[in-house]
């Protein structure tokens, strides 16, 4: 089950963590202005299947609920030896761990490329979303129970070309495409499940860019970047017992 409705909004400032934001990518040029008539949206019949069934994601759900009760409760990494993990565990992969707690956010950490295998980046942002989110203090023991774990396993980011904000505009693909913004040193990302909040495309990058610290219309100038991916996500039942 995804993370409830009522918490995208907190997602629209999810930080990447330091280290973890280096998004390389073709430079771009986005010197016009939008208007109406834009071009339709491609054809998105390219979307990526599920590469993890209901028992894999089981599984990952748990390797990240016992790094966040061995992080919080004794203050080290639990082992990641695990048999059972789905072969894939084993690839690099960037991924994402989001905690909420009573339908808010609690924490975020991910890492948008595939720098080490998935087993070893989930549990890293696992105990960092527990213990290093600088928005919020660490969890703590008590909160352990009331915590709902979601991950987003992403592909690797790719740039995505353009030659002005209209064409921009009609490659994104809402609900679909993780969008990465990038000026010079700076950047920031929304996953693509804030689409469900933001779905308005103008919208959704006036938001990212202001996430970056940028004007709301920074995407539209010259020397902006543009990756996207996308990401499986999914987390634990709401009704789970401990």
Known sequence: MLIPEAIWLGLLFVLVALGFADTPGDQ???GATAGDGLPEDPPQSDVAPPQFNAYERRQLLALARRVVEAVVRFG???SLDDPTLPALAAVPR????????RGQLRGCIGNLFPRLPLVQALAENARAAALEDRRFERVTPDELPDLIIEISVLTEPRPLPFTSPNELLAKLRPHQDGVILRRGAQSATFLPQVWAKLPDKIT??????GKAGWSSDAWRQPGIEVQVYQAEAFAEDQGRQM
């Open 94 to 101: 960037g991924c994402f761990v989001t905690l909420t707690r």
């Open 76 to 78: 080290e990494l639990p």
């Open 204 to 209: 959704f990058l006036n938001h990212l860019a």
């Open 28 to 30: 771009a040029t986005a």
